[in-house]
RNA sequence: CGGGGUGUAGCGCAGUUGGCAGCGCACCGCGUUUGGGACGCGGGGGUCGGCGGUUCAAGUCCGCCCACCCCGACCA
């Protein structure tokens, strides 16, 4: 039963991504362009994922509730940045119960405007303020070259929406919910990010100021893996977002906008991945365990599975995600390079062996061969389990901190600086202009990712033009 | 939306000067197997991406269209 091989990373990373995307069964292709499938494996990561973002939104004194799929076009004109910005990727309805519509309705990209709309109804007196709100659902951008996760025609997400009284309270906010994602990508993926602030040119369309979370990905290119938008009172004007404050006078309130996508997903696979497939952080990994019951005779799988079978409810009820393999018709090497492919952190091997000496064998995904492999008594096996997954969460991301920060450089000139984006980011000063940002797009095709929010002291000499910078910047390619 | 590539069984592919549509894996049945991708025997499965044209005859030649992938420009 010879399975196909996954191409390896090193050979097309590309490849490597889409064949083991449909391998794993994350997702597949729709019939419809540029959209997918997200099928349970993937959407049961996916349902992990929004449970530890969700804890930390309600953490934060955030409330979910839904607002409609299709919004009036007219909304979409009354931000001018916004409009400009979504405009080419909006899919819009003209008809509704066989009748031509009197007002298109636009698929929602994203929902600024709605609920900017509705906040204009809410919010009356500083006493309303802050509304402090988030949504889950997906939304439509007409993608024009798609790939299944980091951008599909239609997503899934959550968006974040909230009012403020004031300026410092929405720069708060934002920079509070930038870290809740920080947080997230590290604890929960294993993914190190770093936090920044992007250029005028990449900034989000209508947003005063955009931040974002920074991952690389194997392939060393970037991944904006997460966003929060200050708004300023953009949205608030065109949507009449105003309030009576304490001296009843009429202000316009100050707004933030925050997401996360589907695409960190992929983001997982592209970090943590390797040739024999994926590897799934143990925090968030729909099956944490899987269990490989080994027998030859019947007397065997008698002993066998009784052992297995104990082990398996034991590790349940203390909390651990497992699944039993007990398949007859593949062998258990097939189940070895299966449950690698799908990037299940922890394998357990039961067999006679085992049961003879009470023990069970484990291995760990994130070291493959012999190295990973363990034989851990059968006492106390769950808090033995339970540590084993927490040294592999702490693991893999130490790993893939480790691989990051040897492909960040200081580029001494702009030679070096051509080199680095080949094959990882340049940390440089940067005199913030779009003439050097652009300069450096077409001659490397790297663009700006962010400017670190944690800048070292002093400042320098932009690495474009010379021109004194107030600030680095990393240069990278970008998903 | 430009450039390139690929469309033949569920997947990966072969198919010569046009002449009965094949191979490997997967799938179904039976038996033997099972600590790193088992083996034997026997089966089933096709609008050759679509439409049109040339021809006695088209997977193969010609034209148009469609889809997907890769590389660019644009984006979470």
Same mark, same amino acid.
């Given at each position: 039963?010879?399975?196909?091989?996954?191409?390896?990373?090193?050979?097309?990373?590309?490849?490597?991504?889409?064949?083991?995307?449909?391998?794993?069964?994350?997702?597949?292709?729709?019939?419809?362009?540029?959209?997918?499938?997200?099928?349970?494996?993937?959407?049961?990561?996916?349902?992990?994922?929004?449970?530890?973002?969700? /804890?930390?939104?309600?953490?934060?004194?955030?409330?979910?509730?839904?607002?409609?799929?299709?919004?009036?076009?007219?909304?979409?004109?009354?931000?001018?940045?916004?409009?400009?910005?979504?405009?080419?990727?909006?899919?819009?309805?003209?008809?509704? +119960?066989?009748?031509?519509?009197?007002?298109?309705?636009?698929?929602?990209?994203?929902?600024?405007?709605?609920?900017?709309?509705?906040?204009? #109804?809410?919010?009356?007196?500083?006493?309303?303020?802050?509304?402090?709100?988030?949504?889950?659902?997906?939304?439509?951008?007409?993608?024009?070259?798609?790939?299944?996760?980091?951008?599909?025609?239609?997503?899934?997400?959550?968006?974040?929406?909230?009012?403020?009284?004031?300026?410092?309270?929405?720069?708060?906010?934002? @920079?509070?919910?930038?870290?809740?994602?920080?947080?997230?990508?590290?604890?929960?993926?294993?993914?190190?990010?770093?936090?920044?602030?992007?250029?005028?040119?990449? #900034?989000?369309?209508?947003?005063?100021?955009?931040?974002?979370?920074?991952?690389?990905?194997?392939?060393?290119?970037?991944?904006?893996?997460?966003?929060?938008?200050?708004?300023?009172?953009?949205?608030?004007?065109?949507?009449?977002?105003?309030?009576?404050?304490?001296?009843?006078?009429?202000?316009?309130?100050?707004?933030?906008?925050?997401? @996360?996508?589907?695409?960190?997903?992929?983001?997982?696979?592209?970090?943590?991945?390797?040739?024999?497939? @994926?590897?799934?952080?143990?925090?968030?990994?729909?099956?944490?365990?899987?269990?490989?019951?080994?027998?030859? %005779?019947?007397?065997?799988? +008698?002993?066998?599975?009784?052992?297995?079978?104990?082990?398996?409810?034991?590790?349940?009820?203390?909390?651990?995600?497992?699944?039993?393999?007990?398949?007859?018709?593949?062998?258990?090497?097939?189940?070895?390079?299966?449950?690698?492919? /799908?990037?299940?952190?922890?394998?357990?091997?039961?067999?006679?062996?085992?049961?003879?000496?009470?023990?069970?064998?484990?291995?760990?995904?994130?070291?493959?061969?012999?190295?990973?492999?363990?034989?851990?008594?059968?006492?106390?096996?769950?808090?033995?389990?339970?540590?084993?997954?927490?040294?592999?969460?702490?693991?893999?991301?130490? #790993?893939?901190?480790?691989?990051?920060?040897?492909?960040?450089?200081?580029? #001494?000139?702009?030679?070096? @600086?051509?080199?680095?984006?080949?094959?990882?980011?340049?940390? %440089?000063?940067?005199?913030?202009?779009?003439?050097?940002?652009?300069?450096?797009?077409?001659?490397?095709?790297? %663009?700006?990712?962010?400017?670190?929010?944690?800048?070292?002291?002093?400042?320098?000499?932009?690495?474009?033009?010379?021109?004194?910078?107030? /600030? /680095?910047?990393?240069?990278?390619?970008?998903?």
């Amino acid at each position: 039963m010879a399975e196909e091989q996954l191409t390896p990373r090193s050979e097309n990373f590309s490849d490597w991504y889409n064949e083991l995307v449909l391998k794993a069964e994350m997702a597949d292709y729709s019939p419809v362009r540029g959209c997918m499938v997200v099928r349970p494996y993937g959407w049961t990561l996916w349902e992990n994922m929004q449970a530890a973002l969700d /804890r930390r939104f309600k953490e934060t004194g955030h409330v979910n509730a839904a607002f409609p799929l299709l919004i009036p076009k007219s909304f979409f004109e009354k931000e001018k940045e916004h409009v400009e910005g979504f405009a080419p990727e909006l899919a819009v309805v003209t008809i509704g +119960g066989g009748e031509e519509l009197e007002e298109p309705l636009v698929v929602r990209p994203t929902s600024e405007t709605i609920i900017g709309y509705m906040y204009s #109804k809410w919010v009356k007196s500083w006493r309303d303020l802050p509304v402090l709100i988030n949504q889950w659902g997906s939304v439509v951008r007409w993608e024009l070259r798609t790939k299944l996760f980091l951008r599909t025609a239609e997503f899934y997400w959550q968006e974040g929406h909230t009012a403020h009284a004031t300026e410092a309270e929405a720069r708060e906010e934002t @920079l509070r919910m930038l870290d809740v994602y920080a947080d997230f990508a590290v604890t929960e993926c294993a993914i190190p990010v770093i936090k920044g602030i992007k250029s005028e040119t990449e #900034k989000f369309a209508g947003a005063v100021m955009s931040t974002t979370i920074e991952a690389m990905m194997g392939d060393t290119k970037s991944l904006q893996s997460g966003t929060s938008h200050f708004l300023g009172q953009n949205f608030a004007r065109a949507f009449n977002i105003q309030y009576t404050d304490k001296n009843n006078e009429l202000q316009y309130a100050w707004t933030t906008s925050w997401g @996360l996508s589907t695409r960190m997903v992929g983001a997982i696979i592209m970090t943590h991945g390797d040739d024999k497939g @994926l590897i799934l952080p143990p925090r968030l990994a729909p099956i944490q365990v899987v269990i490989v019951p080994i027998y030859r %005779s019947d007397a065997e799988k +008698g002993l066998v599975m009784e052992a297995a079978n104990r082990i398996f409810t034991e590790l349940k009820a203390a909390g651990i995600r497992l699944k039993m393999d007990d398949r007859e018709e593949v062998t258990p090497g097939f189940k070895y390079n299966d449950w690698e492919m /799908r990037g299940v952190p922890l394998r357990m091997e039961i067999g006679p062996k085992d049961v003879e000496k009470s023990s069970v064998a484990l291995a760990r995904r994130d070291r493959p061969g012999r190295e990973g492999k363990s034989f851990v008594p059968q006492a106390n096996l769950a808090a033995a389990v339970a540590d084993m997954l927490t040294d592999i969460q702490a693991a893999m991301l130490a #790993k893939a901190t480790a691989f990051r920060d040897s492909h960040i450089h200081d580029p #001494k000139d702009m030679d070096e @600086l051509v080199k680095i984006v080949q094959n990882g980011w340049a940390y %440089s000063w940067w005199c913030e202009s779009k003439e050097c940002e652009s300069k450096v797009k077409e001659l490397t095709k790297a %663009s700006t990712r962010c400017m670190p929010v944690d800048q070292p002291e002093g400042t320098g000499n932009c690495i474009v033009c010379g021109q004194p910078a107030k /600030r /680095r910047v990393l240069f990278g390619k970008s998903y």
